[in-house]
């Protein structure tokens, strides 16, 4: 199993829902990432865990709370998000130390805020 | 994080090789040249990376600068699939985490 799986794959909330992204990987990766995407622009850094415990988190709003309840799994809640919220939320993992190269991307969920 | 310049676009013809350009003239000797495409509607996928040396896998070749300060993605037969956004990424071998921070990347197109 080589993949980063997300679900789900498109989520349309309003201002006042609670949501939340789910991703999983089952490599055994140390490391996982969520990065926010916007429409034609690079993806953006939101926040890193490392060994289950949040090492990395690019001052982002609180209304975005991530949570990594073990190993394989990473979980992005989203409460009070506003419109400009609405954007591409990739899901990311890296094998550790041994390995220099790769950082393994799901396919990500597509969020739109009403 | 040292930044990378890359032209916005670039136009290929399918079986032609595709010269991509990245410009890192503060890049530091802790880092990594990391190269990444992003698919329509995909998440972004590893293409290949390298320090120092020039280095070749089965999806592509980079070409690196001696002086470190600008690298070459090397597409050697541009088909309809390479159709993209690549971004060239510097990454600080330094730190213990893996942080990867994307600029604007070129958009390839490849012409039938």
């Known amino acids: 199993d080589t993949e980063v799986t997300q679900t789900p794959k498109h989520l349309v909330m309003g201002m006042t829902n609670k949501k939340s992204l789910k991703c999983e990987q089952h490599?055994?990766?140390?490391?996982m990432y969520w990065y926010k995407q916007k429409a034609k622009k690079p993806p953006e850094l939101m926040f890193v865990?490392?060994?289950?415990?949040?090492?990395i988190n690019e001052s982002v709003p609180s209304r975005f709370s991530p949570e990594c309840p073990n190993s394989s799994l990473l979980n992005l809640h989203l409460h009070a998000l506003q419109p400009e919220d609405s954007a591409l939320y990739l899901c990311?993992?890296?094998?550790?130390?041994?390995?220099?190269?790769?950082?393994?991307f799901g396919e990500g969920s597509r969020l739109t805020v009403l | 994080d040292a930044k990378t310049t890359q032209p916005n676009s670039m136009e290929s013809n399918e079986e032609e090789p595709v010269h991509l350009p990245c410009n890192h003239s503060?890049?530091?000797?802790?880092?990594?040249i990391h190269w990444y495409r992003q698919l329509p509607s995909q998440g972004p996928e590893y293409v290949i990376h390298?320090?120092?040396s020039n280095v070749n896998n089965r999806m592509a070749s980079l070409a690196i600068a001696e002086d470190r300060k600008s690298s070459t993605l090397i597409l050697h037969r541009a088909t309809l699939r390479d159709a993209a956004v690549y971004y060239c990424?510097?990454?600080?071998?330094?730190?213990?985490?893996?942080?990867?921070?994307f600029g604007a990347g070129t958009t390839v197109t490849v012409r039938a």
């Open positions: 503060t890049i530091s000797g802790t880092d990594y």
């Open positions: 990424i510097l990454r600080d071998r330094s730190l213990n985490d893996y942080k990867l921070s």
């Open positions: 990311a993992s890296w094998p550790g130390p041994t390995n220099t190269g790769e950082l393994f």
């Open positions: 865990y490392s060994y289950e415990k949040l090492s």
């Open positions: 490599m055994g990766h140390r490391a």
């Open positions: 390298g320090l120092t």
